[in-house]
């Protein structure tokens, strides 16, 4: 569910609590979530004594660099939460993991599904999730060009919104700023990769970067479980145009959105400013 914006939200929030901070104790209740190593007492032994030098991001990895070298990697996917706060007593359901840092404040790893997990990288690198090394330019990097894109369609009879949402193309998109995108853009999400022509793609990527840095405005959308890391929810879930509103107007053109499964997934969309493809105009093949 979380995608680059609400990723970056977090990232963003908890930065000032945490860079600097040293862990002090972690509590595992939930070993599931424990990528690397995967059993409590190794992950908790190599985790406490180590600061937090800084927060960053790649993709929807929440990456923490710690000192001594090494990482402390975060992955929420579906339904993960990282909450900081200071109160002992308070237990969120589905609590996984806490750590304690040498201020007494407290840092949550809270996830319903379990899906997400954490991988703790040691300095040489062991323990990086496949993922990650696989990512395309993020969203919102200056790597991510219109010429970038262009190369990734080029030739793909798959589904622009299926290219998309695989983050070995571009890193951070999910299935609502791929909606989203593709809307602003004026693409129906069933147009192949191959059909786009240049000024499509250009229309394409300005559209991408454009949802993105709103959502990251807004500090994410807030539809099921997503919080930021102080407990908040964003903003962006009002200002989306499609994701979630089938059978609403269309805001554009008065249309009601549609509601279609593409490359296996709920794809929310507008027929009108969205036009189906009827033959696909991709070149010709030897
Ligand atoms: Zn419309």
């Given at each position: 569910m979380p995608e680059l914006p609400e990723v970056e939200t977090v990232r963003r929030t908890l930065a000032p609590h945490l860079v600097g901070r040293t862990v002090t104790a972690v509590e595992v209740y939930d070993a599931g979530i424990l990528r690397h190593p995967t059993s409590p007492a190794p992950f908790a032994g190599a985790l406490v004594g180590r600061r937090v030098r800084a927060l960053g991001r790649r993709g929807k990895y929440l990456r923490m660099a710690l000192s001594d070298g090494g990482e402390w990697i975060v992955h929420l996917r579906m339904s993960g939460r990282l909450l900081w706060h200071r109160e002992r007593e308070r237990r969120e359901r589905f609590l996984r993991l806490r750590a304690m840092l040498d201020d007494g404040s407290l840092l949550d790893y809270i996830d319903m599904r379990r899906l997400g997990g954490m991988y703790l990288v040691d300095a040489d690198g062991v323990g990086v999730p496949a993922g990650l090394g696989r990512l395309g330019p993020d969203a919102v990097d200056p790597a991510f060009t219109p010429a970038h894109l262009a190369g990734v369609v080029r030739g793909r009879r798959a589904t622009i919104k299926g290219i998309l949402l695989?983050?070995?193309?571009?890193?951070?998109?999910g299935n609502i700023y791929v909606d989203e995108a593709l809307h602003a853009a004026r693409?129906?999400?069933?147009?192949?990769?191959?059909?786009?022509r240049p000024a499509e793609v250009r229309r394409l990527h300005a559209a991408i970067v454009a949802v993105v840095r709103e959502g990251i405005r807004a500090q994410g959308v807030s539809f099921a479980l997503y919080r930021d890391g102080e407990g908040r929810p964003g903003e962006m879930g009002e200002r989306l145009?499609?994701?979630?509103?089938?059978?609403l107007a269309c805001y554009a053109c008065g249309g009601t959105i549609a509601r279609a499964r593409v490359a296996g997934r709920g794809t929310a969309y507008c027929p009108r400013c969205q036009p189906e493809p009827r033959?696909?105009?991709?070149r010709a093949r030897c």
């Open positions: 695989d983050q070995r193309a571009v890193a951070g998109l693409l129906h999400p069933t147009r192949t990769g191959e059909s786009l145009r499609v994701y979630g509103r089938a059978g033959r696909q105009t991709g």
